[in-house]
């Protein structure tokens, strides 16, 4: 499967040296562009408070798209560095947020891409898959691909003897996914039970976690543990299908 060679290839970028985190970031990004399904270009930016401190792009356009957000103080880079969570864009062409960026982003031929930051020792890192094309990425995988990339790069910047707690991030970012995808599950089958939205799928989850004094992360997952067992239940139930 595309991810585990991915993560053999970023496994085997080894370690850079010291004092070098720009060549850091340019093996990442390098790996990224080659081995993510649908990513034309990857570009990485170390950022302490709004100042660009080292930033490295797999292609030139993707150089110039950063140097617009920048100048215009808007953008999807822009926008995970302020808000410090992940930014999809399906299509920017249907993507109101950054109004004056939309003409810039079509001149870089960057139609869809997922930023993600991650927060280290005083200084934030933007990491972005970009591709020409609209609807290229999804969270289900981008997400855990993301993480994977960020461990690496959390190891490569450790070496160049900066940035130490990236490592710990990238871990947090994992356990972040991984919560996040269950509770995604969980607000699906109340969906589907109730006809309900996702807004109040989740309400309905914050509410019951707020009672028993439980995460909604747990609660989540006891709903899908039950909503499994039940489904299993019926179909041994259903004539034919038991031993």
Request: aromatic share 6%; proline share 3%.
């Amino acid at each position: 499967m595309w991810i585990e060679r991915l993560a053999r290839d970023i496994g085997s970028l080894g370690r850079v040296d010291d004092n070098s985190p720009q060549r850091a970031l340019a093996q990442v990004t390098a790996a990224a562009a080659r081995g993510v399904p649908g990513c034309s270009a990857a570009l990485a930016v170390i950022w302490r408070g709004d100042v660009i401190v080292e930033y490295a792009a797999s292609h030139s356009d993707l150089a110039r798209s950063l140097e617009y957000q920048y100048a215009l103080g808007e953008g999807p880079v822009i926008e995970g560095l302020r808000t410090r969570e992940r930014v999809l864009v399906d299509d920017v062409l249907h993507d109101e947020r950054w109004p004056r960026f939309l003409g810039r982003a079509v001149q870089c031929g960057d139609r869809s891409s997922v930023t993600f930051p991650f927060g280290l020792d005083g200084v934030v890192v933007t990491f972005g898959l970009h591709s020409g094309r609209p609807r290229s990425f999804d969270e289900a995988t981008a997400a855990p691909l993301a993480a994977l990339l960020a461990e690496q790069l959390a190891l490569a910047l450790h070496s160049a003897g900066r940035y130490t707690d990236v490592a710990r991030e990238a871990a947090h970012m994992r356990r972040a996914l991984s919560s996040r995808a269950v509770i995604d599950q969980a607000k699906g089958i109340l969906m589907h039970a109730h006809g309900c939205d996702a807004a109040q799928a989740f309400e309905q989850l914050r509410r019951v976690a707020q009672r028993n004094q439980l995460k909604v992360t747990e609660v989540a997952q006891r709903l899908v543990d039950e909503h499994a067992a039940a489904t299993a239940d019926a179909a041994a139930k259903v004539p034919g299908t038991s031993r």
